[in-house]
Every structure is written in C-alpha cells, then in structure tokens.
C-alpha cells in the first residue's frame, strides 16, 4: 500500500516539458472536447540541439475534457538536431542509455507515456524511444527516431 502511494506521488512529479505546437480533431463529440491528435516538441534536457517531437491520440468527450479519460497508447516520434550537440561524457560512455528524457500522463492514475535515450556509440547516433505503459500492464506500441550526431555551422 505504502509503495502504491509512493508510485503515485513520484508520477505526478515529473514536471511537463513539452510544447504545444499545434492539434487537429479527429472525431466530432456533441458533448465535451473532439478527440484529437496533439503533436507536442520538448527539447532533451541532457543535450542541448537535440528537439523531439511527439504526436499521441487524445481522448475528447467529457471524460477527456474532465481529465477523467484514459488516452490511447498510438503515438509518433521525431527528433532532430536543431542546434549543435555537445554529448556530455556520461553519455558517451552510456551511463545514461534508457534515461527518460519525457513523461506525460495520459490517464488520472497509472498510465504515462514515456521518451527514453540512448546513444549508439559505433554509429554516433542518439536514439529515442516512445512507449505507452501502466503499472499492472504496458503497451507494445511503440515509436523510434534517431539523430546522427553531425557537425553544426
């Protein structure tokens, strides 16, 4: 119970990194919000000119525009070098690979999508991962992009 309890207060937590950049409705609902498709960027803390941007289904109707609503796990992911990249050392040498970069909640309790990194080091390329879970059961539905580490000018 204590651990429960504990799991729900560090979910909560995580503070919102994204961006809105920009929705469109995809089913009309009489009542309460459309459910719509919300494309979002954040910026990866650890690597500055590094941008991700996540596209994820969003429930509308009045459960979704009380926040009660439990979102779908479809999601798209996009990252991009918009900037030049420094890796820290700690990623170079993958201490930090599965570190999650992003998470947002998608449902009143238990559910979060996630954005997790690592860096492929043979092919200098960070490589970012989007996935769906819940604390009983997760999704495999899954998303991937991957930025080549290249000169900046």
């Given amino acids: 119970m204590k651990k429960t309890i504990l799991l729900l207060l560090f979910s909560f937590s995580f503070p919102l990194h994204a961006e809105e950049i920009g929705e469109v409705s995809t089913v009309f609902k009489l009542l309460g919000a459309n459910h719509k498709i919300v494309v979002e960027a954040?910026?990866?803390?650890?690597?500055p000119g590094a941008t991700c941007y996540l596209s994820r289904a969003k429930k509308g109707g009045i459960s979704g525009s009380l926040g009660l609503?439990?979102?779908?796990?479809?999601?798209?992911?996009?990252?991009?070098?918009?900037g030049p990249i420094a890796l820290p050392e700690k990623v170079r040498n993958g201490k930090m690979d599965g570190e999650r970069v992003?998470?947002?909640?998608?449902s009143i309790l238990f559910?979060?999508?996630q954005v997790v990194r690592f860096y492929d080091e043979k092919r200098k390329v960070l490589v970012y991962l989007t996935y769906s879970d819940r604390v009983i059961e997760g999704?495999?539905?899954n998303s991937v992009s991957a930025i080549p580490i290249m000169p900046w000018n």
């Fill in 111 to 113: 559910k979060t999508m």
């Fill in 102 to 106: 992003f998470k947002k909640n998608t």
């Fill in 69 to 82: 609503a439990e979102d779908p796990s479809d999601a798209s992911l996009a990252c991009r070098q918009v």
């Fill in 139 to 141: 999704s495999p539905q």
């Fill in 42 to 47: 954040f910026d990866d803390p650890d690597i």
